[in-house]
C-alpha cells in the first residue's frame, strides 16, 4: 500500500512538473514579445522572434496536457457519460482505453518524428535555423506525460472503479 501512496504522489508530481514547465514557457513567450516590442521601438531586429515564440507555444501546449487531464480541463464526454447512468463506468472505461490507445500511439510517432528529424539533422525554415528537434522534444515529452496521464486513470478505473481527474464543474454525477 506505500508503493501505491509514493506512486500515486510521484504522478501527481510529474503532472504538476508539467504544469509548471507549461507556465514558464508562457512567460517565455511573454518575454519573448516584449523584447521583440523593444526591438522594434529601438530599431533593431529580433531574427526568429515569431518562430521562438511558437516554439514556446507548442511546448507549453504539450507539457501542459497531462496537468489539464488531471484536473478535468480537458472536454470530456460528461452529459453523455451522465446519461448512461448505470453503464458509466463502462462508457468511461471505453472512452479512457482510447483515449489511451490515441495518446501511446501520439507519443511513441512524437518520439520517433523526434529522432529521424535528429537524424536528418532537419533545421527550420524560419530565419532561426534552429535544428528542429530541439523544440520537438518539448512535444515527445508532453506526449509521454500524456499518455502516463491516461494510463494512469485508466488503471485508476479498472482496478478502484474511479479515474483520479478532478471533477470539473460539468460533471456534477462525481461531485457528490
Not at 7 to 18: I, V
Not at 27 to 36: G, P, R
Not at 45 to 71: K, Q, V
Request: charged share 10%; with cysteine.
Amino acid at each position: 500500500m506505500a508503493a501505491v501512496r509514493t506512486l500515486r504522489r510521484f504522478l501527481d508530481l510529474l503532472y504538476l512538473t508539467g504544469g509548471i514547465i507549461a507556465a514558464v514557457f508562457l512567460v517565455a513567450i511573454l518575454s519573448i514579445i516584449v523584447l521583440q516590442m523593444v526591438a522594434r521601438w529601438t530599431g533593431m531586429t529580433f531574427p526568429g522572434a515569431t518562430d521562438y515564440a511558437g516554439y514556446c507555444m507548442a511546448a507549453a501546449s504539450f507539457f501542459a496536457f497531462a496537468y489539464a487531464l488531471n484536473h478535468g480541463a480537458h472536454i470530456r464526454v460528461s452529459i453523455l457519460l451522465n446519461a448512461l447512468g448505470p453503464w458509466r463506468r463502462w462508457g468511461e472505461t471505453f472512452c479512457f482505453a482510447i483515449g489511451t490507445v490515441i495518446a501511446t500511439y501520439f507519443a511513441w510517432y512524437a518520439v520517433k518524428g523526434t529522432y529521424v528529424s535528429w537524424r536528418w539533422n532537419e533545421i527550420s525554415q524560419g530565419l532561426d535555423k534552429t535544428p528542429i528537434w530541439i523544440p520537438q522534444i518539448s512535444m515527445s515529452v508532453g506526449a509521454i506525460l500524456l499518455a502516463i496521464a491516461f494510463w494512469d486513470h485508466l488503471a485508476q478505473l479498472v482496478f478502484r472503479g474511479q479515474h483520479g481527474i478532478k471533477t470539473d464543474l460539468v460533471d456534477q454525477s462525481n461531485a457528490e
